[in-house]
């Protein structure tokens, strides 16, 4: 089957890096050449797509620019060394509530373009060496802001309070490039306190849906390929 090519939408289980799952696909498939466009942190869900064969990695470039939609929970109250669930809390606040109004008016803050400092835990290199790369070894280094563009970000829930934490559910649209963990963290500042996320799922990498994907552990070495799709010219960006 090595001359089979195309992409597959698949549905990233959590607990997995973006890597696993290519190594799994190269297991399934005996084929190397394997590439997925935007990678999904291991305790995020969500549409991940694979391209399979050189001539489909030639294109995952496409993708990676495409604009996305997340439902990520975010706390607030506390944050984590990573921003996200995974990593340890570092600094926890005095307890305080929130109405959706509030929360909502932050939101608007942060609607249409605006600029994010990428988290120390990223994958982003600075001078040939990857940000997690130095975190891992205790140093912070200064980063530039980069410009994004937030066009929709709404309240999907109401903020709930348990452990001293509030929870609330949000739905982002974003241009690629965007920082979730990262819109949480500013959203608290903007809130006067701290924050985190602790579910995040993708469900979209414009024009495709997490509802059009295949859950990892359906897949066989005897069906991944009947789930290959071809994308029309005119699904790739100029």
Same mark, same amino acid.
């Given at each position: ?52 064969? #050189? ?153 495709? #849906? ?29």
């Amino acid at each position: 089957m090595t001359d089979i090519s195309g992409f597959l939408l698949i549905d990233k289980p959590a607990g997995m890096t973006s890597h696993d799952v290519v190594d799994q696909l190269r297991n399934l498939s005996g084929i190397r050449k394997i590439g997925h466009a935007g990678t999904l942190d291991p305790f995020a869900t969500g549409l991940l797509i694979l391209a399979i064969s #050189r001539k489909a990695t030639r294109q995952i470039s496409q993708f990676v620019k495409r604009d996305k939609e997340y439902v990520a929970t975010f706390v607030l109250g506390a944050t984590s060394d990573t921003l996200d669930k995974d990593g340890k809390i570092v600094r926890a606040d005095e307890v305080k509530t929130f109405t959706p109004e509030q929360i909502k008016a932050a939101m608007l803050e942060l609607t249409g373009a605006i600029k994010q400092i990428p988290p120390m835990y990223s994958a982003l290199k600075v001078k040939g060496k990857k940000l997690y790369e130095l975190a891992r070894q205790g140093k912070e280094i200064e980063r530039e802001p980069r410009p994004v563009t937030i066009f929709e970000f709404s309240l999907q829930s109401d903020p709930a309070v348990s452990d001293g934490l509030i929870r609330f559910q949000t739905r982002i649209r974003c241009s690629s490039g965007t920082y979730i963990r990262v819109l949480a963290q500013d959203i608290a500042e903007k809130l006067g306190t701290l924050g985190y996320v602790e579910v995040l799922r993708r469900t979209e990498i414009d024009p495709y #849906r997490v509802e059009e994907a295949t859950a990892l552990e359906e897949l066989t070495a005897e069906n991944w390929h009947k789930k290959l799709i071809d994308v029309p010219e005119s699904d790739m960006l100029p």
